[in-house]
T-cell receptor
Framework: AQKITQTQPGMFVQEKEAVTLDCTYD???????LFWYKQPSSGEMIFLIY??????QNATEGRYSLNFQKARKSANLVISASQLGDSAMYFC???????????????FGSGTQLTVLP | GAVVSQHPSWVICKSGTSVKIECRSL??????MFWYRQFPKQSLMLMAT?????????EQGVEKDKFLINHASLTLSTLTVTSAHPEDSSFYIC???????????FGQGTRLTVV
């Protein structure tokens, strides 16, 4: 079974500073996908970044980068130059691998509430 | 713009009534959609997987007779909360996967309050 762990219930960061949100995962499958989503107070889930287990390079999307350490089974999200609008809940998620009969749903971590301070 | 549209965004209903929530994929055909439930300050918990043209697959502990799922077309899945009770009050959010890319798109979510 897959498991996603986010050990930081809450994080604070000063505006314009960088912050790292931790995510570790557990799976016995060699093929998997890792996602980060942002959920503001409105409730919508905003896709931030994706990392495939076979991707050689760490994923980057603008101010978001994923520090993927496969051997340690960690996929930490790094947000650079934090902005006040970054204050939200952040979820790490894993998608199960492609196999017959699999719907490939996402399994979510417990989330980290990030607060950016002015 | 949104590629998955969910309606309504919020609903208040009386205990004992039924509520239908719609999830539409706007830009692609989604053979599979997912329904999640989220309590305040908690993570998203998968309730069921909705399969176009066949029965939904429910997660353990989710009552299929209470949470009716219909996926009659490649762009629409509906979740009906039947005989709603206050404990059903929650945030419900759907997701659809575009088979052509890696991303899973989410609807805007529905905040259900049963009074």
């Amino acid at each position: 079974a897959q498991k996603i762990t986010q050990t930081q219930p809450g994080m604070f960061v000063q505006e314009k500073e960088a912050v790292t949100l931790d995510c570790t995962y557990d799976t016995s499958d060699p093929s998997y996908g890792l996602f980060w989503y942002k959920q503001p107070s409105s409730g919508e889930m905003i896709f931030l970044i994706y990392q495939g287990s076979y991707d050689q390079q760490n994923a980057t999307e603008g101010r978001y980068s994923l520090n993927f350490q496969k051997a340690r089974k960690s996929a930490n999200l790094v947000i650079s130059a934090s902005q006040l609008g970054d204050s939200a809940m952040y979820f790490c998620a894993m998608r199960e691998p492609l196999r017959p009969g699999s719907a490939r749903q996402l399994t979510f971590g417990s989330g980290t509430q990030l607060t950016v301070l002015p | 713009g949104a590629v998955v549209s969910q309606h309504p965004s919020w609903v208040i209903c009386k205990s004992g009534t039924s509520v239908k929530i719609e999830c539409r994929s706007l830009d692609f055909q989604a053979t599979t959609m997912f329904w999640y439930r989220q309590f305040p300050k908690q993570s998203l918990m998968l309730m069921a997987t909705s399969n176009e043209g066949s029965k939904a697959t429910y997660e353990q502990g989710v009552e299929k007779d209470k949470f009716l799922i219909n996926h009659a077309s490649l762009t629409l899945s509906t979740l009906t909360v039947t005989s709603a009770h206050p404990e059903d009050s929650s945030f419900y959010i759907c997701s659809a996967r575009n088979p052509l890319n890696t991303e899973a798109f989410f609807g805007q979510g529905t905040r259900l309050t049963v009074v």
